[in-house]
């Protein structure tokens, strides 16, 4: 284990051999405020859009590898080779029962399905619906992550993306290994 001196910033016990990471990738946001009226006739609407839509508001970005707002959406760029946990979860309100949704992660390597659902089957009295997951990823140095959601429906039906500090919409990360 590396010791504590003036060298050796990176890997640090406190007092009590408590291990600190300063600089291991971690990051925490949410959608502060309500982005209306997004996705329909299956469009992508990816969280944190600027072009459509507003950029998250950051809790921390450990190592600065996130970008909370950006034309396409936000994204967190991986600084190392490794397995990354992503944890995302998604309000939407003004469901119809014609609406048809995926939640998804994607990564350069690959896509995970947070959730697909017919709002026939889920809508609840206030019209509105909770999806969220995580995973364990991996990705390359250089590799990105992005949270979006496309909806599908019979009409030119959209929905409201819910946001707060209550984290009613978020998206968060850390190395793992």
């Given at each position: 284990m590396a010791t504590n001196n003036a060298a050796n910033?990176?890997?640090?016990?406190?007092?009590?051999?408590?291990?600190?990471?300063?600089?291991?990738?971690?990051?925490?946001?949410?959608?502060?405020?309500?982005?209306?009226?997004?996705?329909?006739?299956?469009?992508?609407?990816?969280?944190?859009?600027?072009?459509?839509?507003?950029?998250?508001t950051e809790i921390f970005d450990q190592n600065a590898d996130f970008t909370t707002g950006a034309s396409g959406g936000a994204y967190f760029t991986a600084p190392v080779t490794g397995r990354?946990?992503?944890?995302?979860?998604?309000?939407?309100?003004?469901?119809?029962?014609?609406?048809?949704?995926?939640?998804?992660?994607?990564?350069?390597?690959?896509?995970?399905?947070?959730?697909?659902?017919?709002g026939s089957a889920v809508v609840n009295a206030a019209d509105e619906i909770f999806t969220g997951a995580h995973f364990i990823c991996d990705m390359d140095a250089a590799d990105t992550a992005k949270f979006f959601t496309v909806l599908y429906n019979l009409g030119g039906d959209t929905v409201d993306v819910q946001g707060s500090a209550t984290l009613e919409t978020y998206f968060m990360g850390y190395l793992l290994v």
């Open positions: 910033t990176y890997i640090t016990p406190d007092a009590n051999n408590i291990v600190l990471q300063p600089s291991q990738p971690a990051f925490s946001a949410y959608l502060g405020s309500d982005d209306d009226n997004q996705t329909g006739a299956g469009t992508v609407f990816r969280i944190g859009d600027t072009d459509v839509g507003t950029a998250l990354y946990v992503f944890i995302a979860g998604i309000t939407v309100d003004s469901v119809s029962t014609s609406n048809y949704e995926f939640n998804k992660v994607e990564t350069s390597n690959r896509r995970y399905i947070i959730c697909s659902w017919d």
